[in-house]
């Protein structure tokens, strides 16, 4: 059951050897119409370690379970779903960032890695890819290192790494803005602002949107970007289902968008 972190001091503990904290890679169908054989997008050894261990940091506890039952299908859990001691990160992390963003403290996560600190290994697991990449999770992160707690990254999926690399657009400089604006002029000045920075550059902008507001997205690109400008999406990512597109904006024009407000998309513009 989720848990509230015990207090921690800021300095590890040298009476036992301390714990690792692993970076738990997830698949890419969270909120899908349908689920990627967890065999086919994890190798063998990330499965493995994710079945060993019995303490997690995550950003929602059912979706924690669910990921750990289709785990237990393929490999024994060391203990029972309902027996996993998972902790989830505060709604604060969630809605405003774990580096002191949009005003909020920097969030001190060290609290969260006292089980680390007495022995015991543990996972940090997102509900979509790699945790701490385009999801909360960094903070976590960097209090191991605080903390002289080692930190392992296991191999798994990566969205804005599979759609830039899917894309056509400069792999070797590219930069991932997150969110845009949700506010309609905001957003086009936005749009405009990164689109003037591929253009000029070549570094291509990568950026991401709740589901449910792809079209809406998609609609704005499609009117405010210069018709030369290339714009990509990658949408169901490591499933049978999945659509990646890349052409200029001129072409999407005469087109029906391919996107749909279900399926989570990673957005490029570049040139």
């Not at 950003?59 to 924690?64: I, L, R, V």
């Not at 669910?66 to 237990?72: C, E, G, T």
């Amino acid at each position: 059951m989720s848990q509230s972190p015990a207090p921690v001091a800021s300095t590890p503990s040298t009476n036992a050897a301390l714990g690792r904290l692993y970076l738990v890679p997830a698949p890419l169908d969270f909120g899908c119409d349908v689920q990627a054989p967890l065999q086919e997008v994890l190798p063998q050894s990330t499965i493995l370690q994710a079945a060993r261990l019995n303490h997690w940091i995550c950003e929602n506890a059912k979706s924690t379970r669910a990921y750990l039952k289709r785990v237990d299908a393929l490999e024994t859990l060391a203990v029972p779903v309902q027996a996993q001691q998972i902790t989830e990160l505060p709604r604060e992390v969630h809605k405003k960032g774990d580096h002191g963003d949009k005003g909020a403290p920097v969030f001190d996560a060290r609290p969260l890695l006292s089980a680390a600190l007495q022995g015991h290994d543990i996972g940090l697991v997102s509900e979509a890819g790699m945790p701490a990449v385009a999801d909360p999770g960094s903070s976590i992160v960097r209090a191991a290192h605080d903390l002289g707690i080692a930190v392992v990254p296991l191999v798994g999926p990566v969205s804005l790494l599979l759609a830039l690399a899917a894309s056509g657009m400069n792999g070797q400089n590219f930069a991932f803005v997150g969110y845009l604006p949700q506010s309609g002029p905001e957003r086009a000045q936005r749009m405009k602002e990164l689109e003037s920075i591929a253009l000029k550059t070549g570094q291509t902008q990568v950026f991401i949107e709740t589901p449910y507001r792809n079209a809406a997205l998609w609609q704005a690109l499609t009117q405010t970007l210069q018709t030369n400008t290339r714009l990509a999406m990658a949408a169901g990512l490591t499933l049978e289902t999945s659509q990646i597109h890349s052409q200029p904006v001129k072409q999407w024009r005469q087109k029906a968008a391919p996107v749909d407000n279900r399926t989570p998309t990673v957005f490029l513009i570049g040139r």
